[in-house]
């Protein structure tokens, strides 16, 4: 019985969070949690619906998530073609590491204000920052995983007659996969972090904005409706990751583990 | 596999280049060159007119923002108590994340218990936890140790459960085997035999801890880096805002390198048996 | 009954060279600590024979083989495939790598590992598989088309090997130590193959490279010793052994027992082993 079996691991888990939130409950109830600064979960849970079945949820969600999924898209393509350039050619690795390397290093919420003096306040902006910030990861593993390739796998694409760039992408691109998506796991928060960081500090709307501006003007309900909404963002972007790889990947694990 | 190697020697054949050009901006001088070029480019663009913007600089006069940054102590306070709380809040995370891995590592339903509250956690992005913290912890200290904190826990967290949980059954069954008390096992064995692990999750939190502070910097209170860096954007004063950023990326690279250093000596062992 | 010209050329009645080495050596290394791993190599190989090279392990074999393929250049000499010059690796030659487990690709099935070498001569996918498909029934394997190399035995995967290479259809079908890694049971069964491979197709030269020596006189037409490093050919025997040949009973020929003794010798060196 696997499906049981399935819920008889989850049981534990599942009830300990709502444990969490009926003590959540009580507390704020009995006045031991300040309940201007925490409201009941209850009320939490009504003003969610309330932006839910009015529509309200729509815009900014989908602002929000365009937004990630254009900056992270982005990185990715130009990390990976980067990646595959600096791994497979000395000279262009010779000229572009040590702008990298000393890029690198740098916190890159940082570059947030300087790109809003170049670039202003809307989308161009974010986007640019988001990429900057999540395409390092996706480029050093890239390289790596070029790196780490196989030579009789490259032999192989030269003995079938393969061009040089028919064997970058037919053979050095998927041999590199395993290290590609490491990096593009960890640009993944990178990007929603900086995601919501450029909406908080563009000020133009957004899920991050929503939560900061709601917090600003004290409507504290809001502003933990919100935060649900943005937590469910992060947790479903994880899963799509996830559920992407074993579509796309199925050979990967079993790669990893021979 | 002396074999394999000779099929990727192929294109030996002589390609006639320049020598004196070449050891001039050849190998890895040529990106030095080129990052040489870039200032370069910056510093005419700016002395030129062709970017006429107090925004724009020229490098010459961010160089001697650098110096006056130090020297005047504005900035370097600012930097200072950024180092401070990314100090604190990395210490405060990682220990909380290796106790906690450790003990979810002993026992099943504790864990079983826990990673889901844990795995809904973990995806949230670090900004969005600033607002409802601040509500609680105020706009200073407290509150950006926390981020940092919270920022730091999940990777430290979840490579040392997985190393823990690699090693359980060898190492404990010696373990047991000897008769070791609990604590002792915790202590002797299940420690060190995790320390790679956790050293690869304290390594990545680096990086994550200085962008989770200049993250709540900018976002709320009037201190560190990340909110100089906002404040001389809003002033016009592009020099000191670019000299602050290269001294955080300096910061950055320095306490990079430094845990580099310290993990090598720790871990020889680990990296010699491999 | 009509023979066919390949099969005249088969039957020893032309000496037409279709690949051929002239004065190839190869050095590693750099100025210093210099491998010589060959000295000086003339060979020639005919259109449609099944030629072996056998030699001691490390002596150069697979360099010989790569440097025959275009995949690593000689620091001396040249290579000619029908007359022209090799510089690169040349269409219709194909190289089998000795470690055949790391030259199929793990994120691709075993059809589509298959399909990979008719992608630049046919660009419909559903013709490609199907193509695919029957180079892998020729190997016994059509009903593993869907699975992962790494799902299969090292025997299959190197039976899916096989079938890539015979994909790209090639002329000149070279094989470094194919069966070197696989149980001797396997080993038969493949040989048999290639074997049985090699005959239907009248105009395929193979070049096989083995240290064993009864591999060698079981399967060639001719076989060229290797002398140790620095390698230059020691010798070259025309086995003269009747086709087809049976895996029981041509390893009971006195032609093949012959051959064994001799081959032994050479190779280890003892020179009352010759005739
Ligand atoms: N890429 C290489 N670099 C340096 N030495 C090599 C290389 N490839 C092969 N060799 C050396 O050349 C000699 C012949 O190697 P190889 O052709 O693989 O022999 P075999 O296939 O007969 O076992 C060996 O001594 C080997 O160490
Ligand atoms: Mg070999």
């Known amino acids: ?258 | 596999m002396p074999a394999v190697a000779s099929v990727t020697e192929g294109k030996a054949g002589g390609r006639l280049r320049r020598p004196a050009l070449r050891d001039i901006i050849g190998g890895k001088r040529l990106g030095f060159w080129f990052i040489v070029a870039l200032l370069l480019l910056w510093e005419l663009s700016a002395r030129s007119g062709l970017v006429v913007s107090a925004n724009w600089p020229p490098v010459s006069l961010t160089a001697v923002a650098v110096v006056h940054g130090l020297a005047g102590g504005d900035l370097l306070a600012a930097l200072s108590g950024t180092l401070y709380r990314v100090a604190a809040g990395y210490v405060v995370g990682s220990a909380s994340a290796v106790i906690l891995g450790l003990l979810l590592s002993t026992s099943a339903l504790a864990r079983r218990t826990l990673e889901p509250t844990i795995e809904l956690l973990r995806p949230l992005p670090i900004p969005a936890l600033i607002p409802p913290l601040v509500l609680f912890l105020g706009l200073d200290d407290p509150m950006k140790i926390t981020v940092v904190a919270f920022t730091v826990f999940f990777p430290v967290f979840v490579n040392t459960l997985q190393g823990a949980m690699s090693i359980e059954s060898t190492f404990r069954a010696v373990a047991a085997t000897f008769g070791t008390p609990w604590f002792a096992t915790m202590r002797g064995v299940l420690l060190p035999a995790t320390v790679p692990y956790i050293f690869a999750g304290l390594r990545v939190s680096i990086g994550l801890a200085f962008v989770s502070a200049v993250a709540a910097e900018m976002v709320a209170g009037a201190s560190g880096v990340g909110y100089y860096i906002t404040s001389m954007q809003y002033a016009g004063r592009g020099a000191d805002m670019f000299a602050a950023m290269f001294l955080l990326g300096l910061s950055g690279y320095a306490v990079n390198a430094g845990f580099v250093a310290i993990e090598r000596r720790l871990l020889f062992w680990y990296h010699s048996a491999k | ?275």
């Open chain 3, 1 to 275: 009954m009509i023979q066919s010209a390949a099969a005249t050329i088969r039957a020893g009645k032309t000496s037409d060279a279709l690949l051929s080495l002239e004065g190839v050596s190869k050095h590693y290394g750099m100025r210093g600590g210099e491998t010589v791993a060959l000295a000086s190599i003339d060979l020639e190989i005919r259109r449609g024979e099944f030629m072996t090279i056998i030699g001691p392990s490390g002596c150069g074999k697979s360099t010989l083989l790569q440097i025959a393929a275009g995949l690593v250049l000689p620091s001396a000499g040249t290579v000619r495939l029908d007359g022209h010059i090799v510089t690169g690796p040349p269409p219709g030659m194909v190289y089998l790598f000795q470690q055949y487990t790391k030259s199929l690709f793990p994120w691709r099935n075993v059809r589509a590992n298959v399909a990979f070498a008719l992608e630049r001569k046919e660009s419909n996918r559903g013709r490609r598989n199907e193509a695919a498909q029957s180079f892998l029934a020729m190997v016994g394997l059509e009903d593993f088309a869907d699975h992962y190399p790494w799902q299969l035995s090292g025997g299959m995967q190197q039976r899916v090997a096989i079938a890539r290479a015979l994909a790209a259809s090639p002329t000149v079908l070279l094989m470094d130590e194919p069966f070197s890694s696989v149980d001797a049971l396997t080993r038969m069964e493949l040989q048999a193959l290639v074997l049985e491979v090699w005959r239907k197709r009248d105009d395929l030269t193979i070049v096989f490279v083995t240290h064993d020596v009864e591999e060698a006189v079981y399967l060639s037409d001719r076989i060229a010793v290797l002398s140790r490093r620095p390698s230059t050919i020691e010798r070259i025997i025309d086995t003269g052994l009747p086709r087809p040949r049976h895996p029981i009973e041509t390893r009971d020929n006195p032609i093949f027992l012959r051959h064994r003794h001799e081959l032994l010798g050479t190779l280890l060196g003892r020179a009352d082993a010759h005739p």
């Open chain 1, 1 to 258: 019985m696997p499906i049981l079996r399935k819920f008889v691991d989850l049981l534990p888990g599942v009830a300990f969070i709502a444990a969490v939130i009926l003590i959540l409950q009580q507390c704020v109830e009995a006045g031991v949690i300040n309940r201007a600064l925490f409201p009941p979960p209850s009320v939490i849970a009504s003003t969610l619906w309330e932006l839910i079945a009015g529509g309200e949820v729509m815009g900014p969600l989908g602002a929000t998530i365009t937004l990630f999924a254009a900056g992270y898209v982005l990185a990715a393509i130009v990390g990976i073609l980067l990646g595959l350039a600096m791994g497979t050619n000395q000279r262009v690795n010779d000229l572009l590491d040590p702008l990298i390397e000393s890029i690198r290093p740098l916190p890159k919420a940082a570059l947030i204000p300087v790109l809003m003096l170049f670039l202003g306040l809307g989308t161009t902006m974010k986007v640019t920052a988001i990429v900057l910030a999540s395409f390092f990861p996706i480029v050093i593993n890239t390289i790596q995983g070029v790196r780490g390739v196989d030579p009789v796998l490259v032999a192989t694409g030269r003995t079938f007659g393969l061009s040089r760039l028919a064997i970058t992408f037919k053979i050095i691109l998927p041999a590199s996969i395993p290290y590609l998506l490491a990096g593009m796991r960890v640009a993944l928060g990178l990007a929603l972090l900086m995601t919501i960081l450029s909406e908080m500090l563009a000020g133009t709307g957004g899920l991050g904005f929503l939560v900061l501006e709601n917090q600003r003007a004290f409507h504290i309900r809001q502003m933990y409706a919100w935060l649900v909404i943005l937590a469910v963002v992060g947790v479903a972007i994880n899963a799509a990751m996830v559920a992407a790889e074993r579509r796309f990947v199925p050979w990967l694990d079993k790669y990893r583990v021979n």
